[in-house]
């Protein structure tokens, strides 16, 4: 473990850009706090031109790992590249996306550098011994757990949307081109397809139409489609209707997406905790639900009482009406 005392800087590095993004808004205001220099990680192949975009989002510098073998996301690759450059620079705080691909190679990390991780985190502070304090929804929703660490580097995972992204600014910086020594890969790639069921990134939608229980029918989807068509939104669903009716290919809550669209409207949902844990930052809900005692009603900003199968339609022509 390395001694409190050496390491110095703030890392950001996502295999999806956005996320990268974000995270530099937030790592720039930590970085400002404890005076110290904010870097981007950019690892890919032929990835040069993201630099300039990473120090506008307000890196002041970027360690830049470009090599063919570093195309697409491989956990051995990147995870040797990471530990490689952590180790020989020894960063202060080592920010990594939440991503499907960033939460286990945050893990792995943190193992291989004998330091600590604290994943999910939607806010992020230092106290005045520099420590990070990362913030964790925890118990289905239920609490916040606020976690410090004992060593460094201090490496937190942040998962999509949990910052906003930061406005472009015109400044400068530094490209750094690393070259580090990549691991090869345990692993070899058999064949790459494409999720036939589900393309969309719903953590990313503005709006999102979601339906539980409520929906009687594999068919009475079309209703919901046709909703979000009109308005240009997402569908998306509760747990039941992927693991149990298999309806859909994923979920929204605690053990699904989290979204955090401006508008989301609750059909047909009962609102218990693991579901709602995943849609609490939206910033607006609205509630369809025939049981006037159904919870979901305790966090919607708006609620309907009624059938769905009635509401649905009506609402669809009001807004489409609304349009024209
Ligand atoms: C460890 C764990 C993790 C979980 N993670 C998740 C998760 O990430 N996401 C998730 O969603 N669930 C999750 N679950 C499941 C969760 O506990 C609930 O079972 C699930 O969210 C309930 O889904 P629902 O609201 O669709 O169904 P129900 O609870 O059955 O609710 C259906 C609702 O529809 C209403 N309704 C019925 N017909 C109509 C109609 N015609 N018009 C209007 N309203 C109608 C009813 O009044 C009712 O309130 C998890 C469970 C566990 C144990």
Known sequence: ?????????????????????????KGRELANKLQTELAAILIGNNVQEKANELIKYGADKVCLIDNPSLERFQAEAYLSVLHNLA???????????????????????A???DTGCVPDCTRLSVDESRKLIGERITYGGNAVAKVTFKSKPQIATVP?????????????????????????????????????????????????????????????????DDFAQTVGGQVGCTRPLVEDRKWFSEWIGLSGHKVKPKLY??????????HVAGIRDSKVIVAINKDAEAPIFEIADYGVVGNLYEILPALKEAIKKQLQ
């Open 1 to 25: 473990m390395s001694s409190m005392s050496e390491n110095k800087g703030i890392w950001v590095f996502s295999d999806t850009h956005d996320l990268t993004l974000e995270m530099l808004g």
């Open 160 to 224: 999509s949307r949990a910052f906003e992204k930061p406005a472009p600014q015109d400044r400068s910086g530094q490209i750094v081109k690393l070259d580090v020594k990549i691991e090869p890969p345990k692993t070899e790639l058999v064949e790459r397809k494409p999720l036939e069921t589900s393309n969309v990134k719903i953590e990313e939608a503005e709006f999102i139409i979601c339906c539980g229980r409520g929906l009687e029918n594999k068919e009475d989807k079309a209703l919901l």
């Open 111 to 113: 193992t291989r550098l």
């Open 265 to 274: 409207i609750a059909c047909g949902i009962s609102g218990v905790i693991q």
């Open 87 to 109: 180790a020989n620079y020894r960063p202060e705080i080592l920010l990594i996306g939440s991503t499907r691909n960033g939460k286990p190679l945050a893990a792995r990390l």
